[in-house]
């Protein structure tokens, strides 16, 4: 049962890490991006709005 | 490389798939990690068969990103844009993910079943090869980043290692009965209750990669516009 456990714990665990990491580069380039202008479609409604 | 606007066609079809993509491979893997554990346990194996339901999911992951690589490379052979080659940059990245979990989870098996982590068996030194193949490849990439050249070089790159999935696919017929990795999985191969849980991997782990492949597209592209900014705000402070 280890061998079954290791494996996918070892898949699940790596592809989650994974895509968290994707997810936290992503807010990081935004912010990077944000105070220089609007050319990023974040959040369309505040847009509108404005 | 062609003009391109702030936000290209790949970088919106991306932008559109992480949530769908996201959602349907949490749908899918709640189903597929219920039937993994309601499957019947094999009468030679064991529970270590259940590993079956995880492995080679992982190497069609890894051989579709290793496609999409050399798909994107093509396409930007003919088209000289580079929002392709940041797509084949972008999977060959996620490809090389799943080619290590492939690689990791195969021994765990094999220790398991053959009392040994490795063997130089002709399918899983093939194996190794193409993993190594597109880690080179992304080697390549980061020592050099940028250079039109180098995206021609990495399309043509990416395009050659593809030669090695079918015959990656097919070493256990060329092994000629020599090699000890089982089969390559049909429908016969399952007993009942077997085929469903692999379907879901299967499954679970192509909509897996098609939701980090929009992800990592959606990076790239910001990480190129924020680059063209900076050069345009670079360049504007040299004219001042």
Same mark, same amino acid.
């Given at each position: 049962?280890?061998?079954?456990? #290791?494996?996918?714990?070892?898949?699940?665990?790596?592809?989650?890490?994974?895509? !968290?990491? !994707?997810?936290?580069?992503?807010?990081? $380039?935004?912010?990077?991006?944000?105070?220089? /202008?609007?050319? @990023?479609?974040?959040?369309?409604?505040?847009?509108?709005? =404005? | 490389?062609?003009?391109?606007?702030?936000?290209?066609? %790949?970088?919106?079809?991306?932008?559109?798939?992480?949530?769908?993509?996201? =959602?349907?491979?949490?749908?899918?893997?709640?189903?597929?990690?219920?039937?993994?554990?309601?499957?019947?346990? +094999?009468?030679?194996? /064991?529970?270590?068969?259940? &590993?079956?339901?995880?492995?080679?999911?992982?190497?069609?992951?890894?051989?579709?990103?290793?496609? %999409?690589?050399?798909?994107?490379?093509? &396409?930007?052979?003919?088209?000289?844009?580079?929002?392709? +080659? *940041? !797509?084949?940059?972008?999977? #060959?990245?996620?490809?090389?993910?799943?080619?290590? $979990?492939?690689?990791?989870?195969?021994?765990?098996?094999?220790?398991?079943?053959?009392?040994?982590?490795?063997?130089?068996?002709?399918?899983?030194?093939?194996?190794?090869?193409?993993?190594?193949?597109?880690?080179?490849?992304?080697?390549? *990439?980061?020592?050099?980043?940028?250079?039109?050249?180098?995206?021609?070089?990495?399309?043509?790159?990416?395009?050659?290692? $593809?030669? @090695? @999935?079918?015959?990656?696919?097919?070493? &256990?017929?060329?092994?000629? /009965?020599?090699? @000890?990795?089982?089969?390559?999985?049909?429908?016969?191969?399952?007993?009942?209750?077997?085929?469903?849980?692999?379907?879901?991997? =299967?499954?679970?782990?192509?909509?897996?990669?098609?939701?980090?492949?929009?992800?990592?597209?959606?990076?790239? /592209?910001?990480?190129?516009?924020?680059?063209?900014?900076?050069?345009?705000?670079?360049?504007?402070?040299?004219?001042?």
């Amino acid at each position: 049962v280890g061998y079954v456990i #290791a494996c996918y714990g070892l898949v699940l665990g790596t592809l989650l890490a994974y895509s !968290l990491h !994707l997810t936290l580069a992503q807010k990081a $380039l935004r912010k990077s991006l944000s105070p220089h /202008g609007n050319q @990023i479609p974040v959040d369309k409604t505040s847009r509108s709005e =404005v | 490389m062609s003009d391109e606007t702030s936000t290209t066609t %790949v970088d919106r079809w991306a932008e559109r798939a992480v949530l769908p993509t996201a =959602v349907v491979t949490g749908a899918l893997a709640a189903a597929w990690l219920w039937f993994v554990v309601a499957a019947p346990l +094999d009468s030679v194996q /064991g529970v270590v068969q259940k &590993i079956l339901y995880v492995h080679p999911p992982m190497a069609f992951s890894a051989y579709a990103g290793f496609f %999409v690589t050399a798909l994107g490379g093509a &396409i930007y052979l003919w088209r000289r844009d580079a929002q392709w +080659d *940041r !797509l084949a940059a972008a999977a #060959a990245e996620v490809g090389v993910l799943f080619g290590a $979990l492939m690689i990791a989870t195969g021994p765990i098996w094999a220790r398991a079943t053959w009392g040994k982590w490795w063997s130089w068996d002709l399918r899983l030194t093939l194996t190794l090869l193409l993993f190594l193949v597109y880690v080179s490849y992304l080697l390549l *990439r980061s020592f050099t980043e940028g250079s039109e050249q180098v995206a021609r070089f990495s399309a043509v790159y990416a395009i050659a290692g $593809l030669a @090695i @999935i079918p015959l990656n696919y097919f070493a &256990i017929e060329l092994a000629g /009965g020599r090699s @000890i990795h089982p089969e390559n999985v049909e429908r016969s191969s399952f007993g009942e209750g077997m085929g469903l849980p692999f379907l879901l991997g =299967v499954l679970t782990a192509l909509a897996m990669f098609l939701h980090l492949l929009a992800h990592r597209i959606v990076n790239a /592209g910001l990480a190129h516009q924020l680059a063209e900014r900076e050069a345009e705000e670079g360049a504007a402070a040299w004219d001042t």
